[in-house]
């Protein structure tokens, strides 16, 4: 049997040539993922459920008004790292985290940074607090938050309100009870109740300069005065009447002063 060889080497190179323009003809039609237009905007917000700024909608709005939204564009025009810069550049987002998936999407994933207390001093400056003591822009935001008024500077607000806003909203008790604390000229703490027709007085926050020790001393002071006042709730005003006092001291460890409303002495 006599082969041909030139007559078979060119069936191999037709059946390459063939198999090249199929494979051709496949990438045309089907573009790779960078020619390919970004088919959906996944939109991930970390605490979303819990009292933030953000919305899906919202870091929408921020990437649309740059004209970054990265829908319907081009994948290869699409810069996860621009994308990341501007968000963060928001004072209501503590991280962003962008990247293309391999069939077409853009996924992006923002931590948002979480008011604790609504700041309100006597100057008129209206704002929030994170719960690092960060400052956020006053906003549409109009969550139940606890609001703290009066002789309020940013200094005292980082470092003192923060962790008393922390300490409350840590506790379920607390954080439901308590609806604003006010600062006197002398910084003394009074605390509103959101259950009862009165203010209550708990003294002065304990000072000092190192900042862990700081949080820790102002932490036991507020246990030591509001597991006193937890007790004089259950066992002195569920007995005498929420509204028989308008005013608690409780300023002194071994006593607990009471003024009746529309009474000028004391009991």
Known sequence: ???????????????ALAVYLVVAATSFDKPNGEQRSCGKVEINISDSNNAGFLSANEIKT??????????NKPLRDVNPRSIEELLTASPFVNSAECFKTNDGNVCINVTQRMPIIRIINNKGNDYYLDEKGGTLPNSKYTSDLIIATGNINGWFAKYYIAPVANYLMDSELWSNQIEQINVLSDR???LVPRVGDHVVFIGYLPQERNNKLREKKISDFLNKKLTRLEKFYRYGLSTAGWNKYEYINMEFDNQIICRRHNAGKTS
């Open 62 to 71: 921020i990437l649309q008004r740059k004209n970054v939204y990265p829908l």
């Open 1 to 15: 049997m006599i082969i041909n060889w030139k007559k078979t080497a060119f069936c191999a190179i037709d059946a």
């Open 188 to 190: 003394g703490i009074e």
